[in-house]
């Protein structure tokens, strides 16, 4: 079952307010302005192209789940974009399948990964946007 963007945006909220849920890599849905505020902050900043129906994208989903709390990924924040209802984001970043991994810091790209279910190398690739 697919949760909706502002639904899951609602949950994601909550759990920032509850104390101790903070993490250090922030998993948020796509929004097109939560991308260009990191990108013009200069904040590391990854896109997920994630669909629902995709197994590598469930393994890549527990992989982000697993490697939320470490430290060296603090400041860094995950938007997962539902592949298959963000085509136009897809043609802007060159992206042609599910499963890719797109990270920024600020508006350079600093590494893409796709298909990748390995935590060690999903967690190299995000540290290059430090």
Not at 4 to 15: E, M, N, Q
Not at 17 to 43: N, S, W
Not at 47 to 66: E, I, S, Y
Not at 83 to 91: A, G, I, T, V
């Amino acid at each position: 079952m697919r949760i909706r963007a502002p639904i899951f945006a609602l949950l994601v909220l909550v759990a920032l307010a509850i104390p101790g849920l903070a993490r250090a890599l922030d998993i948020e849905p796509y929004t097109a302005a939560a991308l260009r505020e990191a990108q013009a902050a200069g904040r590391p900043v990854a896109v997920h192209f994630h669909a629902d129906w995709c197994p590598t994208c469930k393994a890549q989903q527990r992989v982000f789940r697993a490697i939320r709390d470490d430290p060296e990924l603090k400041g860094l924040t995950l938007l997962v974009a539902h592949y298959d209802d963000e085509k136009e984001l897809r043609k802007a970043m060159n992206v042609r399948s599910q499963s890719v991994i797109v990270v920024f810091r600020g508006d350079r790209e600093t590494a893409r990964l796709g298909g990748e279910t390995r935590p060690a190398k999903i967690k190299a690739a995000l540290l290059t946007a430090r």
